[in-house]
Structure formats: C-alpha cells, structure tokens
C-alpha cells in the first residue's frame, strides 16, 4: 500500500468510528435546566406530539421551575403527571403551565401524559 491508500483506509476506518459514536454512542439530547440569580433551575418544555426537550437534566436540592407551553389541541397531552414525584398539571392549549417543586433526591424521574403515551424523563444529579 502507498501513503495515499493507507490515508484513505484510516480515514474510513476514522469516519466509520464517527458514525458508531454519532448514533449509538452519543448522549442523546439532554437538556441541562438554566439556573438564575435567585438560584432557580428553570427550563422551558415545548408539548407538541412529545415532550421537547424529553431528557432534562437538574441538580438535587435547589427549586426547579418547569414552563410547560402546550402547542396542540390533542387530548393526550392536556395533562402532565410526574407519578413518582406526586407533582401533575393540566395544560390549557397555547399557555404556559408552571410546575414548581425541589427535587430532593438524584435519581431518574419519568414524566408523561395521562395515558403514557409521551414520556420525558427528570435526571437529577
Ligand atoms: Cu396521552
């Protein structure tokens, strides 16, 4: 093999290993809350046919506020309910619902409609 053959070879060799990282490997959209001069982790969550972003990630022992903005009229998602945490809200199409509570303890916390049918999840570290 000449140089240029064995560049091309590592260079697909090098870019395969991006792809397998890229898709299986790669932390999926997490969404870190922003936290305010007040010390309050907030993010913002989009209703539409799921949960955007649906892996949201805080930290255990400061108030979390999360903005829930409903943007479509099916009845599957007019409430959310977060069951381990006992915490749930109705929401009202095109208005912002706040749920307001301090997760205490770090763990995995899934959040979903009613029916289960769209899921998010709550990291807290
Ligand atoms: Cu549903």
Redesign the pocket.
Known sequence: MNTIQIAVTIGGLVLSLFIVWFFWLAPKGQTRASTDHGGIQEVAITVKGGYTPDIIVVKAGYPLRMRFTRQES??????VLFPELNQSAKLPEGQEVSIEFTPEKPGEYGF???????RGKLIVE
């Not at 099916?74 to 409430?79: D, G, K, L, V």
């Not at 979903?112 to 769209?118: E, N």
Request: charged fraction near 10%; include cysteine.
């Open positions: 099916s009845t599957c998602s007019e409430m979903q409609c009613q029916m289960g049918m769209l």
